[in-house]
């Protein structure tokens, strides 16, 4: 039996499906949430079909996949990754982590293209993603500055070690500076780590964490939502980071600038409703200025040791709770006012009567709808063209 | 005129007064609560006249004042202190931090004998308490480890600086490490800085500052609340923390262990329902545990720089508004809970007889509320001997 073979697709997930969803991983570049309801609604055979025969899939999906629909390599890319003793991980597949996605549906992140769930996720390596971010295991998401300091890189490789000796996995994204530091550390003791790529699991990115990469695939996970021979376009690290927050019970954020990817997946994991953790650092340093930021949000914390990391997660075996969803600008909306926001298209104006048809609201009752969005601050009359969301 | 002329007492506040707290200051060891409320109902002169004339003033006032009630040295410490350029600065003057002392009134803070205000304060230094702890003025307590490193005494020094070029007093306690740097930063850029010392105000403590104090009185001001030729001994650093705390809009810990001083000090700013705040250091520093440990807790914050301590605090010039008060373990008892747990006499047993009397409440309501505080974990019977506060 070969490697490839071990870790291969699970007997029970059909060929047919695998095809369908590697068809459509390469066809739409995530995220593709159009696609992603369109394969909710249909399954994956039957909507890759459809965009396969050049069926007229609506304007919003035809959107996301027009540019390379006629592109079928889904054979070669599974070929090319079972080369690379990897595979691919799809919903259909037991070991698909189901809860690290579950929060993609709540219905306050619908409207958002950030929260939508991968098709299928490339994996090279044995690690079961499943374990690290379901039930009653946990995980961290250490992230944070490339050009990290000595002290940033310390923490991140410390730190990791520490979290994986108490039986905690830790995901990043295999940059330079804090990112690489955390899969050593985590590697140093046996531990269990994911590398999440914003690129093909076959390529190594940065060039220089070639063997690193190599390591992580060996003992760990590399998982993409891009097909193999995807180059890290610069997009993609930010759509990748809302994976790193999904697969992982909380971020930690070593060292970061203030508008750093760091902060982005501190971001989409609070979004997600997930423990966010900075380590705090010398408030003479430049990259600990993020992480300040970050620690005076109500959202996270400041955690000064692998004990506070520790005490914020939960401990390993007990059941995850996510903490309750800090308010948004959309809670204690009435049920209409909710759907009449999520059929306003941005700054370009809608009228009453098509939001009423969009959202399917009781076009008499669309007046107090926005007269209630309005009094939120959540809609803006834009002269006699009809509504827009304000600036 | 001589600098004590100029600074000494105002011509409203009447000598008998001032003779009347003298006396009393001398005999009562702070914090005495018992002889406060004495104070508060008789007012300071009759309540002078029947200590010194030895006039029977119940138990408990009588262990306040029973060891030093015939020591009068009233008029002697008033001249010792005009002697320095000082002064006793009372309630009864208009220039007394009434603001400041406000929340040591309030009936969740009236059982303890931590939240006594001083009975006057021995002032050295042209300095005004109540411009700096009243109103629409900001002022901020820095304080932290004697042993503090490079980098907390830096951080103590350059921002008490920057605190002081933006109108901010800061107080503190004259000790080494921290304290100093914060009353030296301050110094540096001719801003007010008040040090409140555990000891007389004509004390050089400690030695290694005698000079700074010198500077201190000379344009801030030196306090006290004991009188001239009290040593500092250990038990009155504690005493004089609530004062630290009392006189500021916030406290800053800048470097501070566990369970030291400053950590003090910020349990006492958070009961006055002030703004706490934590510098961030290190977390491979020893120093830093105290802060970590202190931003995490709902409390308190972190801030990373001088413009987090100005929006922590709120822009001088503005009104304080208190923050929301933390729960505390006594809210939400009964009224006869309430009393009767103030009648507790610590950790010696009391009777339930004995809780009716003092307490007032009709001796047929003791025992449920002694099942009340029992239930709240805050008494625990003593065998037969009846009932007293858990260890």
Known sequence: MTAGAQVGTLPDVDEEVLRARAYLMRVAEPPAPRLGHLVALLGPVETAERVRGGADL????????????????????????????????????????????????????????????????????????????????????????RAATGYGRWVARDWSASLAEEGLAVVSGAAHGVDGEAHRGCLAVGGATVAVLACGIERAYPAAHARLLESISARGAVVSEYPVGAIPARHRFLVRNRLIAALATGTLVVEAGVRSGAARTAAAARELGRVVMAVPGPVTSALSVGSHQLARQPWAGVVGSVADVLADIGPVGTLTEAPPRPARPLDGLSTPAARVHGALRGHVATTASALARESGVDPRRVPAALDELAAAGLVVPDGDRGWCRPV
């Open 58 to 145: 609506g304007r919003h999906v035809e959107s996301e996949v027009a540019g390379r629909r006629g592109i079928d390599r889904a054979a070669a890319d599974l070929e090319a990754a079972r080369a690379l003793g990897g595979r691919l991980l799809v919903p259909e597949d037991p070991g698909w982590p189901a809860v690290a996605f579950a929060a993609f549906g709540r219905p306050d992140l619908q409207g958002s293209p950030d929260w939508v769930a991968p098709l299928g996720l490339w994996v090279r390596g044995p690690g079961s993603l499943a374990e690290q971010a379901d039930g009653a295991h946990r995980s961290v998401a250490v992230v944070g500055s």
